[in-house]
């Protein structure tokens, strides 16, 4: 093998004369040739250069790159569908390590490092860098997905596109774009690290810029356009109009109630719609897919008459009532007042539930509003409207306490028919202060029908009116004026005393009639709980009262007619018309001589 380093190392007066002492004279002016042609290339690292294959075995090709000395190249770095490499065959190769003149110590034939698949991709980083320039669109194809995003293959070159920067809205898999030819803009080139960074949101974004100024001129509400939809809330989706995206609220999907938009449409799903709204300065869009139907409330009033009958589905039950579906479109609420007549609903759901299928009503129609008034107890008879017949004023009848309040009883004589029993109408003697006295919640009753009044839907009870007016002949013929009874002290007032004298039976002791003595506080002569005999004055039945005296238990009747005249005189009464009869314990008008009178 020839030396060229000692060739270089010649003085140019020496070439020839030295060259004829080593090589044939016909090979010499070749080999000064190519020591010459290799002084013009450029041997620092990193540089490519010419080499020329000397020697091949079954690992390595030797490579005179006309430096002082050779290199080798693994035969793994020529592809299988190159030709083999031969002794003779120039190639480009990239200088990957220097060694100095005298080569490395442990070196002894001093050789450098050389690249040809190294050489070939800085070729071809060269070519691209020919053809490409930051912010011009590129076609290629994705050939894998690494951490962060994809690599994308430019002719025999691979680039780095971000996932950021796959679409507008970061795709599920960013997978699913292996294989797929793309095209996309240059967004940075590194010379240094021969990387390319490409986007292919940018050129969507530049692109759909251009549709929508496009599409925003020939928009116009009313038109019927297709669009894909790109994405799903709860309140609607987002259509793509192929620039700009519109809404298409939950609301304007169907005329018929729906729970989600997804029950309507599914993602990348191509729709038509019609467009409602256009705000032109926000680009914004509002859209609608049942507005390309017609309305179902169109001519409701007359499909849907007030007090016709018609059967529904109920759609939805919520506290205040019930939703029904009649069409497809068309619902209507029943007010939980309008279920029925007679049993008390606490919630519609004690009656109804989702799915049932009934009889309703129209009770009003409202067009504008698109709402139905609908009611299902007026689908069955009233029964208020046989109460009359059922309870004639003066029947006797037997119910349950429902309720108490302070002025009576609400009693129950059939599911949602109750009758008012007023505390006025519990007892004839009796004074009630407040319904609890006497009854309680369930107690079963019988009771006595007072009146009706159909309109208002009420009924009148009385309890004492079951048995006879005691003040009619029972009680004047048991308690006669001058007649001596024993009672109880039940209450003190200013006025007077009040005398327990029967159950339920009280009379008045007036302040008067306590004492010959003027008495200012009736507690200084009494007290409640105390038992005391005292003598029956007057028996009133008009006004249902008894005037009691302490003070006359022990008069004769000489002290009676001299009072009684007393009395007479004061009033202006003649004497003759008295004889003698007691008229104390009236009180002079100072109080009631029965609490339960007035």
């Not at 898999?173 to 960074?197: C, H, P, S, W, Y």
């Not at 007042?337 to 129209?362: A, C, F, Q, Y």
């Amino acid at each position: 093998m020839v030396n060229r380093n000692l060739i270089r190392s010649l003085e140019d007066d020496d070439i020839f004369a030295e060259l004829a002492l080593l090589v044939p004279e016909d090979q010499g002016e070749e080999l000064l040739l190519e020591a010459l042609a290799a002084e013009q290339q450029d041997y620092a690292q990193g540089k490519l250069v010419d080499g020329h294959i000397v020697e091949i075995n079954d690992e390595w090709a030797l490579i005179d790159v006309g430096f002082k000395s050779e290199g080798t190249v693994s035969l793994d770095e020529w592809s299988g569908d190159e030709n083999p490499p031969k002794v003779g065959d120039t190639v480009k190769v990239l200088i990957e390590e220097m060694e100095d003149e005298i080569g490395a110590a442990d070196d002894p034939y001093g050789m450098i490092s050389l690249s040809k698949r190294k050489a070939e991709k800085i070729i071809e980083w060269e070519d691209m860098m020919d053809k490409v320039a930051e912010g011009q669109v590129v076609t290629g194809t994705v050939v894998r997905k690494i951490k962060g995003g994809l690599l994308v293959e430019l002719g025999v070159i691979h680039v780095f596109l971000p996932g950021s920067q796959v679409d507008i809205r970061r795709p599920g898999d960013i997978g699913d774009f292996i294989g797929r030819v793309i095209q996309a803009e240059v967004l940075k080139i590194d010379d240094t690290r021969r990387n390319i960074v490409i986007s292919r949101r940018s050129l969507i974004e530049r692109q759909r810029e251009e549709d929508r100024a496009y599409l925003m001129k020939e928009l116009e509400v009313g038109q019927i356009r297709k669009g894909v939809v790109k994405n799903i809330a709860d309140f609607g989706a987002f259509v793509d109009l192929g620039g700009i995206d519109g809404l298409l609220h939950i609301t304007d999907m169907a005329w018929e109630r729906i729970g989600h938009p997804t029950e309507m449409v599914s993602i990348d799903q191509e729709i038509e719609v019609k467009v409602l709204h256009i705000d032109r300065e926000k680009q914004k869009i509002a859209l609608g897919l049942k507005q390309k139907d017609r309305n179902p409330w169109e001519n409701i009033e007359e499909k849907y008459p007030v007090n016709s009958d018609h059967k529904g589905e109920v759609v939805n039950v919520m506290s205040y009532g019930a939703f029904v579906k009649l069409e497809p479109g068309i619902e209507g609420l029943v007010h939980i007042s309008e279920m029925s007549w007679t049993k008390r609903v606490n919630h519609p759901s004690e009656l109804v539930n989702i799915g049932d299928e009934i009889e309703v009503k129209i009770l009003g129609v409202d067009p504008e509003g698109q709402q139905l008034s609908l009611g299902m107890k007026q689908t069955q008879k009233n029964p208020w409207d046989e109460v009359l017949e059922r309870y004639p004023e003066g029947t006797d009848v037997t119910g349950k306490v429902r309720n108490l309040t302070n002025y009576g009883a609400f009693i129950e004589l059939e599911e949602g028919i109750d009758g008012l029993l007023h505390v006025s109408d519990m007892s004839w003697t009796r004074k009630i202060g407040h319904p609890s006295e006497m009854l309680e919640k369930g107690q079963e009753l019988a009771c006595r029908v007072l009146s009706v009044d159909e309109e208002r839907r009420r009924i009148a009870l009385g309890l004492k009116q079951l048995d006879s007016d005691p003040w009619d002949g029972d009680i004047p013929d048991k308690y006669q004026p001058g007649q001596l009874v024993k009672g109880k002290v039940t209450k003190i007032t200013n006025f007077g005393v009040f005398i327990g004298l029967e159950d339920g039976l009280e009379g008045l002791l007036h302040i008067s009639e306590l004492a010959d003595q003027k008495v200012e506080d009736p507690e200084e002569v009494v007290k409640v709980g105390d038992e005391i005999e005292v003598k029956v004055l007057r028996v009133d039945t008009g006004e249902r009262k008894i005037g009691l005296s302490l003070k006359r238990v022990e008069w004769d009747e000489d002290q009676e007619k001299a009072a009684a005249a007393a009395e007479a005189a004061e009033n202006e009464i003649p004497a003759s018309s008295v004889d003698g009869e007691l008229k104390g314990g009236l009180g002079s008008g100072e109080g009631p001589l029965f609490p339960g009178g007035e």
